[in-house]
């Protein structure tokens, strides 16, 4: 059976170059970088040029770049470490209603913890209220976190208007690029933002590395205690292959950002037209241009998407639900929520995210099966097409058990 | 995540689509996510000779509702109304813990086309 694989905004595989650069450092040269002997001093060495390829790939200093074990813990850090270190100047943050858990999360333990949060809104295409964010703003507001691209809808945030109105007001802006790096030109320190979180496995490196990118001048708390590395800032035996895999998979998708989102976004359009062209009633999520390249966000009307996701998998494509019905909560989509989106229309939405390696037949062979899949499941489905889109809540008299 | 029996019951779906004559009607919503279910069952002489439905949800909705009708077609009225998720859940080799509301849900649906059908056949009654 063919296998499509459809699904990298999840992850991606690992590219064979990267795999090679790592090779070494679990074999031969596998000292502990803090190690003053040979071994430690060639560990060292491929953790400096793995930090100055991160540092070039988004424009910063080599000395600004903290290595952490991914973009959640680069998420919970950056937001608990800047919040403490600026504690004596406010206790506001400001964040949207759309971002990843890991930020939502611990801006909720901050909450208990006495500072104040703003969720922002987001419009009908996932951009962050600009005006709400003018209008929040207080003396006490010390952190803005917005991520730069959204994980579910692709929606790219207007980041350098956010970054511009930080910047006047004086206040440090964070941003989670985890989905945006590979995906769009990021500079930091022309663009103005103070802190960033990245992760290696969604551009084609290693899972269970990242980095957070904080600005030399801005005050944050450490949050893993316990050794010096990291200038004191991240403790923990570092993860040498891994970060030497991170510092090629960014080295690579910087370098390659041009060709990759160019061939990725005609491959993307190409497939949104053809699945609206064979099936009626499909609906695009987000802005249909200012989107990641690689993202497809479509709402299936009448049709739920984890029964849409189930049958493509077994005709061998692996896709995600925009809904996170599938994986443990029911409830829906937090992001889709505050879209707006119509419950019924939440409840069809499908993410399918191309890779690198996706070709315009993976799709023709997917849009095939869709049409298909869909037609089985509009079948079995008493939703009517005049409902479509009418669904606000369900019969709260249903929970009764027996 | 599901059982072989539910992705089986799931990919080759039974029973599905309008019942035509059914003349007992229920359906149900899911809460939370918005899912729903229509079930249609035929009852002649206190037995439910005939069940179909029609699902907007999830592969375990799906699933449950497969099941459910397989298992009441030729069943007595009463000993239908007398399934519980619990005997659902081990028909189909259980369901992930977040899922097995499903099974509730269809086992209220299943109360409600049985309450419909009883209600027409009071106004029946009522009529002669």
């Keep these: ?402 | 995540m599901y059982s072989q029996k539910v992705i089986n019951l799931f990919q080759h779906p039974e029973n599905v689509g309008v019942l035509r004559g059914a003349n007992g009607v229920g359906m149900v919503v899911d809460p939370v996510c918005g899912d729903t279910t229509k079930l249609y069952i035929l009852i002649e002489n206190d037995v439910i000779v005939d069940a179909k439905f029609k699902v907007f949800g999830c592969v375990a909705s799906i699933a449950v509702a497969v099941a459910l009708t397989n298992m009441i077609k030729g069943m007595s009225v009463k000993d239908a109304y007398n399934i519980s998720d619990i005997n659902i859940l081990s028909d189909i080799d259980g369901l992930p813990t977040e899922k097995q509301h499903c099974a509730v849900l269809i086992c209220e649906c299943l109360d409600r086309a049985i309450q419909d059908y009883n209600k027409k056949m009071e106004k029946a009654n009522d009529k002669n």
Aim: net charge neutral; with cysteine; glycine share 8%.
């Design chain 1, 1 to 402: 059976m063919n296998r499509i694989y459809l699904d990298n905004a999840a992850t991606t595989p690992m590219s064979s170059e990267v795999l090679n650069e790592m090779m070494p450092y679990f074999t031969s040269a596998y000292g502990n970088s803090s190690s003053l002997h040979g071994f430690g001093r060639e560990a060292r060495a491929a953790l400096d040029v793995a930090r100055d390829r991160i540092a070039k790939g988004i424009g910063c200093d080599a000395d600004e770049i903290y290595f952490t074990s991914g973009a959640t813990e680069s998420n919970n850090w950056a937001i608990y470490g800047i919040a403490y270190a600026n504690r004596n100047k406010g206790s506001h943050i400001i964040t949207s209603k759309i971002e990843h858990p890991s930020i939502l999360k611990i801006c909720q333990k901050l909450e208990n913890e006495g500072f104040r949060v703003t969720y922002l809104d987001v419009d009908r295409q996932g951009f962050v209220r600009i005006d709400q964010l003018l209008h929040y703003i207080d003396a006490d507001t010390i952190l803005i976190s917005i991520m730069a691209a959204n994980n579910e809808v692709g929606t790219i945030q207007n980041l350098q208007a956010i970054a511009n109105i930080a910047k006047e007001k004086g206040i440090i802006f964070h941003t989670d690029a985890t989905q945006a790096i590979g995906a769009i030109n990021l500079n930091v320190h022309e663009m103005g933002i103070d802190s960033l979180s990245m992760s290696a496995h969604k551009i084609n490196g290693p899972k269970g590395i990242g980095a957070l990118y904080v600005r030399k001048n801005v005050p944050i708390v450490p949050f893993v205690l316990g050794g010096e590395q990291e200038s004191n800032m991240r403790a923990g035996t570092v993860n040498v292959p891994g970060i030497v895999g991170f510092g090629k998979a960014v080295e690579i998708a910087t370098r390659d950002i041009i060709t990759n989102s160019k061939k990725m976004r005609q491959l993307r359009d190409y497939f949104i037209n053809e699945v609206q062209k064979n099936i009626d009633m499909v609906y695009l999520n987000g802005h249909p241009i200012q989107r990641l390249p690689n993202n497809v966000s479509l709402s299936f009307a009448m049709v739920e998407g984890e029964s849409i996701l189930m049958l493509l998998d077994s005709v061998g494509i692996a896709v995600s639900t925009g809904s996170a019905c599938s994986s443990g909560a029911l409830e829906h989509s937090h992001v889709l929520r505050a879209m707006q989106l119509p419950l019924d229309l939440a409840q069809g939405t499908v993410r399918f995210s191309l890779g690198k390696s996706t070709t315009k037949a993976d799709l023709d062979y997917t849009v095939a099966e869709l049409v298909k899949i869909v037609a089985k499941l509009r079948q079995m489905s008493p939703i009517s097409r005049a409902q479509v889109g009418k669904m606000t809540g369900g019969d709260p008299k249903c929970t009764v058990k027996k």
